[in-house]
């Protein structure tokens, strides 16, 4: 069930942390599309030292981001788990020269600072040798030998007791993250796509997931079971239905790489975010570290300057909803729990005023939340005893504008009151 706290967080930060980082490759995509070698590719291990990992700091970071919750990938695709799991010795302390179990320090620390703690677990294993041994919905394809051997058996034979084997393998590491690291918030599950609901065992696996917790937040990558949406990377144009939550990467990468430069300016990442709020949802930041622990300064950037900027306007963030329609406003906009004052984000800056239409209220007053400034405004248009609101122009020049996306605070006579019609033809003036 999603809880009132991830409505409310607007912000997370995700966090691709794996041995992937060693090459600077991308996440287990790498070598099941060939790009490298299984055994290259598992050659990272040697490679991952979490030398100058620090949970703290990274807690720190989080939390001056101005993020709520935090998701670490726990296990990629790949099966190498991030921590002292039992049930495999696919993991950073037997297999690497960290020897450190990442989830617990991270774990740790996130809850220490009051972030809400999240994992991420990856369904799919390609590393499993039970994992490969049905098919998607039970279907044995026209020709087999053309499936991933990583995924499916290429012969053409399903063993089901395998499979039920390897369910029984995930739901072992799944009640090791979900009980040996204290309350865990939120599991952030990947990889549905390559089974079906039937036979990933739903919903009798999400009442087993929160029988540990049953505060547990699942997100909605179980085949229609989860708890909310998880648009990735293309910003949604519709609002998505319920609860959701938009992840996206700083460049284009997961994961560290270091050759990926196509970063997203800090600008962008704000006007991302106000767009998220502003439709009712999150968004889910994500990072990639490199193998050290450290953070790459472009990402490290993007978080403080994305915070600088929550930390301004934090009253137009957090604790408020969904804000009014484009059709309203060119922009985007929040709206204060008690419904009596709108935020409008005015994302360019403005020749010479800011349009809202459709607006039933009276504004009381109208402050630049970053400078305190007030700005007037004038109505134009409007048929009262039609109750056809006018059109406000706040009027407001570049000089007001934030170096990012500015806020206008709208204070209101009464809760927020939008006309929704098409007009009509004034019969007596
Ligand atoms: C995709 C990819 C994966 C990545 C995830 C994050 O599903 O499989 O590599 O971790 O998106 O949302």
Same mark, same amino acid.
């Given at each position: 069930m999603v809880q009132k706290w991830f409505e409310e967080a607007k912000l997370g930060i995700f966090i691709?942390?794996?041995?992937y980082a060693v090459n600077g490759i991308a996440e287990s995509w790498s070598f099941y599309n060939?790009?490298?070698?299984?055994?290259?590719?598992?050659?990272q291990l040697d490679g991952f030292t979490a030398s100058k990992f620090d949970a703290g700091q990274w807690a720190e970071l989080i939390e001056n981001s101005g993020a709520k919750y935090a998701v670490l990938t726990t296990k990629h695709h790949d099966g190498v788990a991030l921590w002292d799991t039992g049930f495999s010795d696919l993991n950073v302390v037997d297999k690497t020269p960290a020897k450190r179990d990442i989830v617990k320090e991270y774990a740790e620390a996130i809850t220490k600072r009051?972030?809400?703690?999240?994992?991420? *677990? $990856?369904?799919?294993?390609?590393?499993?040798?039970?994992?490969? $041994?049905? *098919?998607?919905?039970?279907?044995?394809?026209d020709d087999p030998g053309a499936a991933n051997p990583f995924s499916y058996p290429t012969d053409g034979?399903?063993?089901?007791?395998?499979?039920?084997? /390897?369910?029984e393998f995930n739901n072992n590491q799944l009640r090791e993250l979900l009980t040996n690291y204290g309350k865990v918030d939120l599991m952030w599950f990947d990889g549905d796509w390559e089974r079906s609901a039937a036979q990933w065992n739903l919903p009798a696996f999400k009442t087993y997931l929160t029988s540990f917790n049953p505060e547990l937040i699942i997100n909605s990558r179980l085949q229609g079971h989860g708890d909310y949406k998880t648009p990735e990377q293309g910003l949604p144009i519709t609002r998505p239905e319920?609860?959701?939550? /938009?992840?996206?990467?700083?460049?284009?990468?997961?994961? *560290?790489?270091?050759?990926?430069?196509?970063?997203?300016s800090l600008n962008q990442i704000i006007r991302m975010f106000c767009d998220c709020i502003a439709m009712g949802g999150n968004m889910l930041l994500d990072i990639g570290p490199r193998e050290d622990g450290t953070i790459d300064k472009r990402q490290e950037d993007i978080l403080l300057g994305l915070g600088a900027w929550i930390r301004t306007h934090e009253e137009a963030v957090y604790g408020t909803g969904e804000g009014i329609h484009t059709r309203y406003y060119l922009g985007g906009s929040t709206v204060s729990k008690d419904r009596k004052t709108l935020y409008l984000f005015v994302y360019d800056n403005p020749k010479e005023s800011v349009c809202l239409k459709g607006l039933a209220n009276k504004i009381n007053k109208i402050t630049v939340l970053h400078s305190g400034k007030e700005l007037t405004h004038e109505i134009h248009g409007g048929?009262?005893? /039609?109750?056809?609101?006018?059109t406000a122009w706040i009027h407001m020049t570049p000089e007001d504008a934030h170096e990012n996306v500015t806020v206008l605070k709208l204070e209101l006579d009464g809760e927020l009151d939008m006309y929704g019609g098409s007009g009509a033809v004034v019969t007596h003036n």
């Open positions: 691709h942390y794996g041995i060939g790009r490298i070698s299984y055994e290259d590719y598992m050659k009051g972030i809400k703690l999240g994992l991420y *677990y $990856s369904l799919i294993d390609w590393s499993h040798p039970d994992y490969p $041994s049905v *098919y998607e919905g039970g279907r044995v394809p034979i399903q063993d089901e007791e395998r499979w039920q084997r /390897f369910l319920g609860p959701w939550e /938009f992840c996206t990467t700083i460049n284009r990468s997961w994961g *560290y790489v270091p050759t990926d430069n196509h970063y997203k048929v009262p005893w /039609f109750n056809i609101p006018g």
